[in-house]
């Protein structure tokens, strides 16, 4: 990869595009040469998209949903308008000069209706459509330069009413040209020509010209509304040729010109996208003398622009150019606070986002895009460097993102990063350098173990952020939000590093830091982000964390330094970097030495500590490679078997005394503290349980000494982390091993294999116990995502270890701070705080879902579709195994997302594997359905008129019937149907099975022939077919059937099923003559009323006519033909 140049000046904001609307433009078939997208606009909800053939797509812009379609046969959309104060109104121009009003009927969820149409274009352009800020009321301006108004009575202002009365379209002006842009505000109406501009007061019906310069071409203007705090007045900017504005207040005076021409010459901000890598180029450029068709405001600060060349981003009121960034062959551009939407000249739609550089930064982090992520970083390095970045892009983020790159393609990427990291260095002179910092003793006390406690002298204010160490002592949340989650203090104090702290005037209790080093020291080259916590933080002080975060309250935590006559028990220091706590402490140069001595001796004797374990691991693995082994469950299954021995032998080794060190001997508590904070809520039982003494030095030698059961967890407590160090190759055949054995349930071994003899206590436990244990025990061993579809498909009648799993995965996501705010206000202010700071990817998403359901139950369901397909409906089957009935609203509101005509598809692919079909049809047949004795009667036949029953997921039903299958599951969907009564769904699949003499008993016994009538009607297709009909009819029982209709009240009844209906029937599809023949055959004919024989006559001259009339046109076509012939 090349160097990567940086850009010189200090860019604050940047575009970025991080999604494609591509794919949304092929699904709505507007990416080809006959149809393509003409107009856009945009609102709080609705994206709208206008195309050349009449069309209005609405797409929600929450999930890029297409839900509404908006049809026009009077031309292409040549303009469209959303109503920002109402997304329930939208205003469309058509080629043909026509504007259309809707109301989509949103909150009544009714169909969206025309309200109104103005003709008063006809024939014309419109090039503008402007809303009303507060009414309903539409501007239109045309290219002759006619401005009109068109006032709405809806429903929601007395339609009722205001329908005996028409009010006619209100003529604003007329300017002397085309009409470029229109702006409303507060009363005024701005009006952009191709000669000057104009303000009125609608109200008032008062008119000024802007400015005395007359223009010639496309210019734009618009509002650009006041601070009500400060009481400024809205400002009006309008565009001038040569790259300049005036500045015009709210009553239309010239205030001043701006001049953007010299500004323009420097070289285009790359956009930031997910197409290409972004670049940059240093040549400055020539002035650009530039027009600007439109100007729109954008933010609080902005007005946007822009040209065939590019976008341009201003900041008038302090004559700077925000930015300008290439973008090419823009038509029209719709904006929404600070997203853009951009309409090119081949109909593709472009969504960007004006961002400041580290949250632009901060997204790409969210989403992995790490390469980009160092790009941008390095591109932009002076924004990044500043101090209002460093709040958000902290050293500890750029050291995660660095060891995420590739060195091989990434190289001179990570050169770059260091080079960055480096600048961080604090600039306040106290602190310009971690030796003057901790050779000044003025801020630091030195306690009798040598360690410093620094004093802050203040708490929250600029100099603590800007000047804070390496070691942050807070993540910020997207931090936390990583696959790797670290363990913080709850509501921990900033920490000063200045000279000028007082113990004294201190408001809160001073924290005890680790010396910052350089990353070389580091123990196994571990990245800062995720170092290991001080090596004498006593359990006091993780005590206090716990109860901390347990009772949500803002109790500062005390001095994490602990007294140097305490002795531990020495444990391996340990580089796992998912459980490991950013915890900062400062120590003498004496121990630093001691401490890297310790580290490259604790390698070796590591590797002793595992030497079994990677022997018996490496034998296993080169077995599995065995196709014999491998495909024998028999001898696969004895092979982990053996290797699980040797793993709970290593894991279940209380005696370290191997790898002892009095450098590193108080490791072991911080071991623990990693596991007291991963599992607070376990840990907590624990402690109250056994006794914890917090003054009690022999209570935290009982913890730290080889009776605890450190590596083998209590029934409540998961071991979430590795309990020591384990080389990553080592690491990774451990977890495959490990998700082999909870595969194949080899949850236990045998402890002794000489003599046959299984372990007696595994004896007795059942197969879901020792489930659980093995997840509890080896959970830091697990890859997660493997291990939840395991325990889903393996284990699908075993709720107890799903639930297992969960907690597991709540406990590893307890210590982020967004699992502590969710537990605090409504549905979607949570789920928008899980949507912003969860990655789609994690696998701790489920555990987040699964606190919403406990919380919110079955809306929280509902709202979880949002997260497919990282959360799938295989794991709410799961998460609510105790209430199907709630599975069922999901997947109905899963299915029902998506567009009508991709739902069928959709939902076959979530029938993954196939015996999900019939659970899922057993499971909507029998919930919210209408009691059995209302649909069948004593002996199993269909009531009359029961199919009108209301079924709550019929949709669902219908969609799982119809899906493709073999023929044994439509067999057994025909009698889950008939076995619950869903009489529509039993009839599809009798006709789709060719049992059509079931389905015509069916119908008979239904008794309504609508079922026999119209286009999807089930009519005999033979004689055979319509003699049995007949018979059935003859032989008809009475049955008693519903006596309410569907919707609850008392209803006109269908047309029954009788002789006389059924015979008319028979006339129609047969004719008379025959129909009348096979009557007579079957003995019916007596039963008919005169109302046969006189509908038989009419068919009877109806016929004879239409073979007349058939008859004259085949001889004058014979005619004409010889005709041509002769």
Same mark, same amino acid.
């Given at each position: 990869?090349?160097? #990567?140049p940086?850009?010189?000046?200090?860019y604050?904001?940047?575009?970025?595009e991080?999604?494609?609307l591509?794919?949304?433009?092929?699904?709505?078939?507007?990416?080809?040469?006959?149809?393509k997208?003409?107009?856009?606009?945009?609102?709080?909800?609705?994206l709208?998209?206008?195309?050349?053939?009449?069309?209005?797509?609405?797409?929600?812009?929450?999930?890029?949903?297409?839900?509404?379609?908006?049809?026009?046969?009077?031309?292409?959309?040549s303009?469209?308008?959303?109503?920002?104060h109402?997304?329930?109104?939208?205003?469309?121009a058509t080629?043909?000069?026509?504007?259309?009003v809707?109301?989509?009927?949103?909150?009544?969820?009714?169909?969206p209706e025309?309200?109104?149409?103005?003709?008063? &274009?006809?024939g014309r352009?419109?090039t503008?459509?402007?809303?009303d800020t507060a009414?309903?009321?539409?501007?239109?301006?045309?290219?002759v330069?006619k401005?009109?108004?068109?006032?709405?009575?809806?429903?929601?202002?007395?339609?009722?009413?205001a329908a005996?009365?028409m009010?006619?379209?209100?003529?604003?002006t007329? #300017?002397?040209?085309?009409?470029?842009?229109?702006d409303?505000?507060?009363?005024?109406l701005?009006?952009?020509?191709?000669?000057?501009?104009?303000?009125c007061d609608t109200?008032?019906?008062?008119?000024?010209?802007?400015g005395?310069?007359e223009?010639d071409?496309?210019?734009?203007?618009c509002?650009?509304?006041?601070?009500?705090?400060?009481?400024?007045?809205?400002?009006?900017?309008?565009?001038r040729?040569?790259?300049r504005m005036?500045?015009?207040?709210?009553?239309?005076?010239?205030?001043?010109?701006?001049?953007?021409?010299?500004?323009?010459?420097?070289?285009?901000?790359?956009?930031i996208?997910l197409?290409s890598?972004p670049?940059?180029? &240093?040549?400055?450029?020539?002035?650009q003398s530039l027009?600007f068709?439109?100007?729109?405001?954008?933010?609080?600060h902005?007005?946007l622009?822009?040209?065939?060349?590019?976008?341009y981003?201003?900041?008038?009121?302090?004559?700077q150019?925000l930015?300008?960034?290439?973008?090419?062959?823009?038509?029209?551009?719709?904006?929404?606070?600070?997203?853009?939407?951009?309409?090119?000249?081949d109909?593709?739609?472009? !969504?960007?986002?004006l961002?400041?550089?580290?949250?632009c930064?901060?997204?790409?982090?969210?989403?992995?895009?790490?390469n980009?992520?160092a790009?941008t970083?390095?591109?932009f390095?002076?924004?990044?460097?500043?101090?209002?970045a460093r709040?958000t892009?902290?050293?500890d /983020?750029?050291e995660?993102?660095?060891?995420?790159?590739?060195?091989?393609?990434?190289?001179?990427?990570?050169s770059?990063?260091?080079?960055?990291?480096?600048?961080?260095?604090?600039?306040?002179?106290?602190?310009?350098?971690?030796?003057?910092?901790?050779?000044?003793?003025?801020?630091?006390?030195?306690?009798?173990?040598?360690?410093?406690?620094i004093?802050?002298s203040?708490r929250g204010?600029?100099?603590?952020?800007?000047?804070?160490?390496?070691?942050?002592?807070?993540?910020?949340?997207?931090e936390?939000? +990583?696959?790797?989650?670290?363990?913080?203090?709850?509501?921990?104090?900033?920490?000063c590093?200045g000279?000028?702290g007082?113990?004294?005037?201190?408001?809160?209790?001073?924290?005890?830091?680790?010396?910052?080093?350089?990353?070389?020291?580091?123990p196994?080259?571990?990245?800062?982000?995720?170092?290991?916590?001080?090596?004498l933080?006593?359990l006091q002080a993780?005590?206090?964390?716990?109860?901390?975060?347990?009772r949500?309250?803002?109790?500062?935590?005390?001095?994490? &330094?602990?007294s *140097?006559?305490?002795?531990?028990?020495?444990?391996?220091?340990?580089?796992?970097?998912?459980?490991?706590?950013?915890?900062?402490?400062?120590?003498?140069?004496?121990?630093e030495?001691?401490e890297e001595?310790?580290?490259e001796?604790?390698?070796?004797?590591e590797?002793?500590?595992?030497?079994?374990l990677?022997?018996?691991?490496?034998?296993?693995?080169?077995?599995?490679?065995?196709p014999?082994?491998?495909?024998?469950?028999?001898?696969?299954?004895?092979?982990?078997?053996q290797?699980?021995?040797?793993?709970?032998k290593?894991?279940a080794?209380?005696d370290?005394?191997?790898?002892?060190?009095?450098?590193?001997?108080?490791? +072991?508590?911080?071991?623990?503290a990693?596991?007291?904070d991963?599992?607070?809520?376990?840990?907590?039982d624990?402690?109250?349980e056994?006794?914890?003494?917090?003054?009690?030095?022999?209570?935290?030698d009982q913890?730290c000494?080889?009776?605890?059961?450190?590596?083998?967890?209590s029934?409540?407590?998961?071991?979430v982390?590795s309990p020591c160090t384990?080389?990553?190759?080592l690491?990774?055949?451990l977890?495959?091993?490990?998700?082999?054995c909870?595969?194949?349930?080899?949850?236990n071994?045998?402890?002794?294999?000489?003599?046959g003899?299984?372990?007696?206590?595994?004896?007795?436990?059942?197969?879901?116990?020792?489930a659980?244990?093995?997840?509890?025990?080896?959970?830091?061993?697990?890859d997660?995502?493997?291990?939840k579809?395991s325990?889903?498909?393996?284990?699908?009648?075993?709720?107890?270890?799903?639930d297992?799993f969960?907690?597991?995965?709540?406990?590893?996501?307890?210590?982020?701070?967004?699992y502590?705010e969710?537990?605090?206000?409504?549905?979607p202010?949570?789920?928008?705080?899980?949507?912003?700071?969860v990655?789609?990817?994690?696998?701790?998403?489920?555990?987040y879902?699964?606190r919403?359901?406990?919380?919110?139950?079955e809306?929280?369901?509902r709202?979880?579709?949002?997260?497919? *397909?990282?959360?799938?409906?295989?794991?709410?089957?799961?998460?609510?195994?105790?209430?199907?009935?709630q599975?069922?609203?999901y997947l109905?509101?899963? #299915?029902?997302s998506?567009p009508?005509?991709?739902?069928?598809?959709f939902?076959?692919?979530?029938?993954? *594997?196939?015996?999900?079909?019939?659970d899922w049809?057993l499971?909507a047949?029998?919930?919210?359905?209408?009691?059995?004795?209302?649909?069948?009667?004593?002996e199993?036949?269909p009531?009359?008129?029961?199919?009108?029953?209301?079924?709550?997921?019929?949709?669902l039903?219908?969609h799982l019937?119809?899906? *493709?299958?073999d023929?044994?599951? /439509?067999?057994k969907m025909?009698?889950i149907?008939?076995s619950?009564?869903f009489?529509?769904?039993?009839?599809?699949?009798?006709l789709?099975?060719?049992?059509?003499?079931?389905a015509?008993?069916c119908?008979?016994?239904?008794n309504?022939?609508?079922l026999?009538?119209g286009?999807?009607?089930?009519?005999?297709?033979?004689?055979?077919?319509?003699?049995?009909?007949? !018979?059935?009819v003859?032989?008809k029982?009475t049955?008693?059937?519903p006596?309410?209709?569907?919707?609850?009240n008392v209803?006109?009844?269908?047309?029954?099923?009788?002789?006389?209906?059924?015979?008319l029937?028979l006339?129609?599809?047969?004719?008379?003559d025959?129909a009348?023949s096979?009557?007579?055959?079957?003995?019916?004919a007596?039963?008919l009323?005169?109302?046969?024989t006189?509908?038989?006559?009419?068919?009877?001259?109806?016929?004879k006519?239409q073979?007349a009339?058939?008859?004259?046109?085949l001889?004058?076509c014979?005619?004409?033909?010889w005709?041509?012939?002769?």
């Amino acid at each position: 990869m090349t160097f #990567v140049p940086v850009i010189p000046e200090s860019y604050s904001h940047v575009l970025a595009e991080f999604e494609s609307l591509d794919p949304l433009l092929s699904a709505l078939r507007l990416d080809s040469s006959r149809l393509k997208c003409t107009s856009i606009s945009v609102s709080r909800k609705w994206l709208a998209l206008g195309s050349s053939g009449g069309g209005l797509n609405l797409i929600q812009k929450d999930g890029w949903k297409h839900r509404l379609f908006l049809s026009h046969r009077e031309g292409a959309i040549s303009q469209a308008a959303c109503c920002l104060h109402d997304d329930d109104y939208i205003a469309v121009a058509t080629s043909q000069g026509l504007v259309v009003v809707w109301e989509l009927n949103q909150e009544r969820r009714g169909k969206p209706e025309r309200i109104y149409v103005s003709s008063e &274009h006809k024939g014309r352009k419109v090039t503008a459509l402007c809303w009303d800020t507060a009414v309903l009321r539409v501007f239109v301006g045309d290219h002759v330069g006619k401005v009109s108004a068109i006032k709405l009575n809806t429903s929601k202002q007395a339609k009722a009413a205001a329908a005996f009365v028409m009010f006619p379209v209100q003529t604003i002006t007329t #300017v002397d040209s085309c009409v470029v842009q229109l702006d409303y505000l507060d009363g005024r109406l701005l009006v952009s020509s191709l000669t000057r501009s104009f303000l009125c007061d609608t109200e008032r019906e008062k008119f000024w010209k802007i400015g005395n310069k007359e223009r010639d071409g496309e210019y734009g203007a618009c509002f650009f509304p006041g601070r009500c705090s400060g009481g400024q007045q809205p400002l009006i900017y309008c565009a001038r040729p040569g790259s300049r504005m005036w500045e015009v207040n709210f009553d239309g005076e010239v205030l001043s010109t701006h001049q953007f021409k010299k500004l323009l010459s420097l070289p285009p901000l790359p956009v930031i996208s997910l197409r290409s890598e972004p670049q940059y180029d &240093h040549t400055v450029g020539a002035s650009q003398s530039l027009s600007f068709p439109k100007l729109l405001h954008l933010s609080e600060h902005c007005v946007l622009t822009w040209t065939e060349r590019g976008i341009y981003i201003f900041i008038p009121q302090n004559v700077q150019v925000l930015l300008w960034s290439e973008v090419k062959d823009i038509l029209d551009v719709a904006v929404y606070k600070n997203e853009l939407f951009c309409l090119h000249l081949d109909g593709k739609v472009s !969504h960007l986002s004006l961002l400041s550089v580290e949250r632009c930064v901060e997204r790409l982090l969210r989403r992995g895009l790490w390469n980009l992520a160092a790009h941008t970083c390095c591109l932009f390095q002076n924004s990044v460097i500043a101090s209002r970045a460093r709040k958000t892009l902290t050293v500890d /983020k750029l050291e995660h993102l660095k060891s995420q790159l590739d060195f091989e393609t990434c190289s001179d990427l990570i050169s770059q990063l260091e080079e960055l990291i480096l600048k961080f260095e604090p600039l306040d002179s106290a602190c310009s350098s971690r030796r003057s910092s901790i050779s000044s003793h003025e801020s630091f006390s030195i306690l009798d173990s040598g360690i410093y406690r620094i004093i802050s002298s203040r708490r929250g204010s600029q100099s603590d952020e800007d000047s804070c160490s390496l070691h942050s002592q807070t993540f910020s949340e997207d931090e936390r939000l +990583k696959e790797f989650p670290s363990h913080q203090e709850e509501d921990q104090p900033d920490q000063c590093c200045g000279p000028h702290g007082n113990e004294e005037n201190t408001p809160h209790i001073p924290v005890t830091f680790e010396t910052d080093k350089s990353e070389t020291f580091l123990p196994f080259g571990l990245p800062l982000p995720f170092r290991s916590p001080s090596p004498l933080m006593s359990l006091q002080a993780v005590k206090e964390s716990v109860s901390s975060f347990v009772r949500k309250t803002t109790e500062k935590i005390g001095t994490l &330094h602990t007294s *140097p006559d305490l002795k531990v028990r020495p444990e391996p220091g340990g580089d796992e970097q998912a459980c490991e706590e950013d915890a900062s402490s400062v120590i003498c140069p004496k121990e630093e030495d001691t401490e890297e001595k310790n580290e490259e001796t604790s390698q070796p004797a590591e590797e002793d500590r595992f030497q079994e374990l990677r022997v018996a691991t490496a034998e296993a693995m080169a077995k599995l490679e065995d196709p014999l082994v491998l495909f024998e469950p028999k001898s696969l299954r004895m092979v982990l078997q053996q290797w699980l021995a040797q793993l709970e032998k290593e894991f279940a080794m209380k005696d370290f005394s191997s790898i002892s060190d009095t450098g590193n001997s108080s490791m +072991k508590l911080s071991q623990d503290a990693q596991l007291f904070d991963e599992s607070k809520k376990g840990m907590l039982d624990e402690e109250n349980e056994k006794g914890y003494s917090l003054g009690n030095e022999e209570t935290v030698d009982q913890v730290c000494s080889p009776s605890s059961s450190q590596t083998e967890p209590s029934d409540g407590h998961f071991q979430v982390c590795s309990p020591c160090t384990i080389a990553n190759s080592l690491q990774k055949d451990l977890a495959e091993l490990t998700a082999l054995c909870l595969e194949l349930r080899v949850l236990n071994s045998k402890t002794d294999s000489s003599s046959g003899h299984v372990d007696h206590i595994s004896l007795q436990c059942s197969p879901e116990i020792l489930a659980c244990q093995f997840l509890k025990k080896y959970f830091f061993l697990l890859d997660l995502k493997r291990a939840k579809e395991s325990i889903k498909f393996s284990y699908a009648n075993s709720p107890c270890i799903w639930d297992t799993f969960i907690q597991g995965l709540q406990e590893m996501a307890s210590s982020n701070p967004t699992y502590l705010e969710m537990e605090e206000g409504d549905l979607p202010t949570r789920l928008k705080l899980l949507d912003d700071s969860v990655p789609f990817d994690s696998p701790l998403l489920i555990a987040y879902a699964s606190r919403l359901y406990d919380k919110f139950g079955e809306s929280a369901l509902r709202s979880l579709i949002k997260f497919y *397909p990282s959360i799938l409906p295989s794991d709410i089957m799961q998460l609510c195994h105790r209430h199907p009935a709630q599975f069922l609203a999901y997947l109905d509101s899963l #299915v029902k997302s998506r567009p009508d005509d991709q739902r069928s598809a959709f939902l076959e692919s979530l029938l993954q *594997p196939e015996s999900l079909r019939l659970d899922w049809l057993l499971l909507a047949v029998s919930h919210d359905a209408p009691p059995s004795t209302r649909t069948m009667d004593d002996e199993g036949y269909p009531r009359p008129h029961s199919h009108l029953f209301s079924w709550s997921y019929s949709q669902l039903i219908l969609h799982l019937i119809k899906l *493709p299958a073999d023929f044994t599951t /439509k067999e057994k969907m025909t009698d889950i149907c008939r076995s619950c009564g869903f009489w529509p769904g039993y009839l599809t699949l009798c006709l789709e099975l060719e049992r059509r003499r079931e389905a015509f008993a069916c119908i008979v016994c239904l008794n309504d022939m609508s079922l026999m009538e119209g286009d999807n009607g089930w009519i005999p297709e033979t004689v055979e077919e319509w003699k049995l009909l007949l !018979h059935l009819v003859q032989n008809k029982r009475t049955k008693p059937g519903p006596q309410e209709s569907l919707n609850g009240n008392v209803g006109d009844e269908p047309s029954p099923i009788n002789l006389e209906n059924v015979a008319l029937l028979l006339a129609k599809a047969l004719g008379p003559d025959r129909a009348w023949s096979l009557l007579q055959e079957c003995g019916l004919a007596l039963e008919l009323s005169e109302k046969f024989t006189k509908t038989c006559n009419i068919l009877r001259i109806a016929e004879k006519r239409q073979r007349a009339l058939i008859q004259s046109m085949l001889e004058k076509c014979d005619r004409f033909l010889w005709s041509q012939q002769a």
